[in-house]
């Protein structure tokens, strides 16, 4: 009635509510009453997101190997990424966004951890790449935690795995063959001795 509405936030939802370009009343999980026509409403998380991800790079000597892994990550300052990337709500519609800003902050650290995941794999070759999932994991956790983009956009990195290293299929098929010719030298060499 007269545009003044009432809205109610989850606990896992910080609320910036903007009224003439200022910040008049900002929490988590906050409800009020607002006017329409010079309300604007910005609703960040609060809790953490697990992104999947999957590329393809190169090692050392030219071979490509498909990378697999997740990252966790969760919104540390609010405030500073409602000044980068618009999440502001379209109360019209529902509770959905106005822009597609906060899809794409996924997608921007899996970029940054592709780029840190390709500077480290074009430095191995490629049993070396295969093998090194754990270290590769720890090199890019502490690479990325001091990254500028991620501390400019107030992210936190909570954790991040390599699930699989895996060269393509004729390259691994390749890999066995020689592994196998290897056990079957030795194992003729045990034989005769």
Same mark, same amino acid.
């Given at each position: 009635m007269f545009g003044i509405k009432f809205v109610k936030f989850q606990p896992s939802e910080y609320v910036l509510k903007y009224k003439n370009g200022r910040i008049v009343k900002e929490g988590?999980?906050?409800?009020?009453?607002?006017?329409?026509?010079?309300?604007?409403?910005?609703?960040?998380?609060?809790?953490?997101?697990?992104?999947?991800?999957i590329f393809e790079e190169v090692t050392a000597d030219f071979q490509s190997v498909t990378v697999q892994g997740q990252i966790a990550f969760r919104i540390a300052d609010q405030k500073k990424i409602a000044k980068l990337l618009n999440y502001t709500l379209d109360l019209k519609?529902?509770?959905?966004?106005v822009?597609?800003?906060?899809?794409?902050l996924?997608?921007?650290?899996?970029?940054?951890? $592709?780029?840190?995941?390709? &500077?480290?794999?074009?430095?191995?070759?490629? &049993?070396?790449?295969? &093998?090194?999932?754990?270290v590769l994991a720890r090199n890019i956790l502490n690479d990325i935690k $001091?990254?500028?983009?991620?501390?400019?956009?107030?992210?936190?990195?909570?954790?991040?795995?390599?699930?699989?290293?895996?060269?393509?299929?004729?390259?691994?098929?390749?890999?066995?063959? $020689?592994?196998?010719?290897?056990?079957?030298?030795?194992?003729?060499e045990a034989i005769y001795e």
């Open positions: 988590a999980g906050i409800s009020f009453f607002y006017y329409a026509p010079t309300t604007a409403i910005t609703v960040i998380p609060l809790q953490s997101m697990d992104v999947p991800f519609r529902g509770k959905s966004y822009s597609d800003d906060p899809q794409k996924q997608k921007k650290v899996i970029n940054i951890v $592709q780029v840190m995941t390709k &500077k480290t794999l074009e430095a191995l070759p490629l &049993k070396d790449a295969i &093998k090194s999932s754990e $001091q990254n500028e983009v991620i501390n400019l956009f107030g992210i936190e990195i909570l954790d991040l795995s390599i699930l699989a290293i895996l060269p393509n299929k004729e390259t691994a098929r390749a890999l066995e063959a $020689q592994t196998r010719e290897q056990i079957l030298k030795q194992a003729d």
